[in-house]
T-cell receptor, first 113, second 115 residues
Framework: QKEVEQNSGPLSVPEGAIASLNCTYSDRGSQSFFWYRQYSGKSPELIMSIYSNGDKEDGRFTAQLNKASQYVSLLIRDSQPSDSATYLCAVSPRRGGADGLTFGKGTHLIIQP | DVKVTQSSRYLVKRTGEKVFLECVQDMDHENMFWYRQDPGLGLRLIYFSYDVKMKEKGDIPEGYSVSREKKERFSLILESASTNQTSMYLC??????????????FGPGTRLTVT
């Protein structure tokens, strides 16, 4: 059974600080990794994808992947109240293709003004 | 921008009714998916399709069927709705292996209540 584990939180971070979200996965053969943001009552919105070991930066967001440790993280710099949401980590065995993603249950992030 | 649309945002049906949830994507993606999302259980894959008229069961297909007659459209069917199918239903689409678009995009969701 493929599993993706996340701390459910809530994770409370002061405005302007760095929020660090973590995720581990069980399928060592996984090739694609995604972070989604989901506001209450809304559908998940893709914010980052990463396919290779190392860091990938996009604006205030940095995704980090370590396949040897089966670990993915998301850093949010200069956190804003609008970043308050549930963040879902998702994993796929291939790049693209018909495989559905396996999702973690999400980390609830609260940015305190 | 990828756009995935779903036919209804909110739906209320009675037990035993046949329910159709429609999803359309405009990115010419080969792959389409139906998930449901429930508190404490997260997102679970119901069915997916990798081509017109092709379908595969996901993790929780019982009580559901799907139809894909056109590439852009993927329908989820609840043959006889039950109260335990009350949930948020999310459609998604994703490019193929050769397309270079590996990312999966979701529609806005349909919140279905079965009474």
């Amino acid at each position: 059974q493929k599993e993706v584990e996340q701390n459910s939180g809530p994770l409370s971070v002061p405005e302007g600080a760095i929020a660090s979200l973590n995720c581990t996965y069980s399928d060592r053969g996984s090739q694609s990794f995604f972070w989604y943001r989901q506001y209450s009552g809304k559908s998940p919105e893709l914010i980052m994808s990463i396919y290779s070991n190392g860091d990938k930066e996009d604006g205030r967001f940095t995704a980090q992947l370590n396949k040897a440790s089966q670990y993915v993280s998301l850093l949010i710099r200069d956190s804003q109240p609008s970043d308050s949401a549930t963040y879902l980590c998702a994993v796929s065995p291939r790049r693209g293709g018909a495989d559905g993603l396996t999702f973690g249950k999400g980390t609830h992030l609260i940015i305190q003004p | 921008d990828v756009k995935v649309t779903q036919s209804s945002r909110y739906l209320v049906k009675r037990t035993g009714e046949k329910v159709f949830l429609e999803c359309v994507q405009d990115m010419d993606h080969e792959n389409m998916f139906w998930y449901r999302q429930d508190p404490g259980l997260g997102l679970r894959l119901i069915y997916f399709s990798y081509d017109v008229k092709m379908k595969e069961k996901g993790d929780i297909p019982e009580g559901y069927s799907v139809s894909r007659e056109k590439k852009e459209r993927f329908s989820l069917i609840l043959e006889s709705a039950s109260t335990n199918q009350t949930s948020m239903y999310l459609c998604a689409s994703r490019g193929g292996l050769a397309g270079g678009d590996y990312e999966q995009y979701f529609g806005p969701g349909t919140r279905l209540t079965v009474t």
